[in-house]
């Protein structure tokens, strides 16, 4: 596998401003990859463009757009192939992580952890994969990775945080009808699902997830707290070549969260 395997192709990451998307986003770009960042914060993206200039020499457009939003996310689309010739890698990373036991959740914050978690991965993957599956590159023309999370599995259910499991349930769903409808395009879709990882989401605060974790009396049997550099790794392998025959699965980067749930 050659040192710049993404060198020539474009990589979209949504959510770039922050945590896993910032990660990745580097990490794409120490392959060479060219970048979308997108984010609904500008100066976020702003910043993870600064972090990346100061080590790579990689194109980048800065897509400020709302996932959530179809008609932004058509907007963001004419603005990658104005500038672009091809999305190799789109990363369906933004998210929000709101509420608390489904039935006692309001209306509106179901409402806006769907909009974005799954609709906005929906809105972004229906905008882009046509393109993707018209490309020349081989034998995979276009990767799709999506991170969901474990609350989404079948052991990681989680009521503490009830809309948001099932929003990531739903995203998994998504990964493997997405691989089944896409396959025959050379599209490739994969999930990662990230146990307890220290980003902003949790407020950066390993206390606050450990915390988390004494609520529902959770262990981990490789008892550290994720990095987001590691979540970073997993989406590089999901982009290589290495994965290329791999398609419709969910890796579980975890510490062995989910298989210690209910039974340690
Ligand atoms: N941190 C964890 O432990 C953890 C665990 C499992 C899954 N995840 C998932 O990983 C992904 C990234 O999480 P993170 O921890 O880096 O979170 P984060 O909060 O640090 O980053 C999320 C980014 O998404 C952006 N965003 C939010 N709504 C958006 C929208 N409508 N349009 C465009 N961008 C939007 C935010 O501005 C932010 O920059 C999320 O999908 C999250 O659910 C995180």
């Not at 276009?142 to 929003?167: D, F, R």
């Amino acid at each position: 596998m050659s040192e710049k395997f993404l060198e020539g192709r474009v990589a979209l990451v949504t959510g770039a401003g922050s945590g896993f998307g910032r990660e990745m986003a580097i990490a794409f770009a120490s392959k060479g990859a060219n970048l979308v960042l997108n984010d609904i914060n500008l100066e976020s993206i702003e910043e993870t463009r600064e972090i990346i200039l100061k080590t790579y020499n990689v194109e980048m457009l800065l897509a400020k757009t709302d996932i959530s939003d179809f008609n932004q996310v058509k907007e963001m689309r004419k603005k990658v192939f104005e500038k672009f010739d091809n999305l190799f890698l789109l990363v369906n990373n933004a998210g929000v992580r709101e509420g608390t036991f489904s039935l006692v959740t309001k209306e509106e914050v179901y409402n806006k952890v769907m909009d974005v978690n799954v609709k906005g991965a929906w809105n972004v993957t229906k905008a882009f994969y046509r393109k993707m599956s018209k490309q020349d590159f081989k034998p995979i023309a276009g990767k799709i990775i999506n991170i969901a999370s474990c609350a989404g599995t079948e052991c990681g259910v989680n009521p503490y945080i009830g809309i948001y499991s099932v929003s990531k349930a739903a995203l998994i769903a998504f990964t493997k009808l997405w691989a089944l409808e896409l396959g025959s395009s050379n599209i490739a879709v994969n999930a990662i699902c990230p146990g307890l990882f220290l980003t902003p989401m949790y407020k950066n605060n390993p206390e606050f997830i450990r915390e988390f974790m004494r609520r529902r009396n959770v262990k981990l049997p490789i008892d550290r707290i994720g990095e987001s550099k590691q979540v970073a790794d997993v989406a590089l392998f999901l982009a290589s070549p290495a994965s290329d025959y791999i398609t419709g699965h969910n890796i579980i980067l975890d510490g062995g969260m989910t298989i210690s749930v209910n039974s340690l």
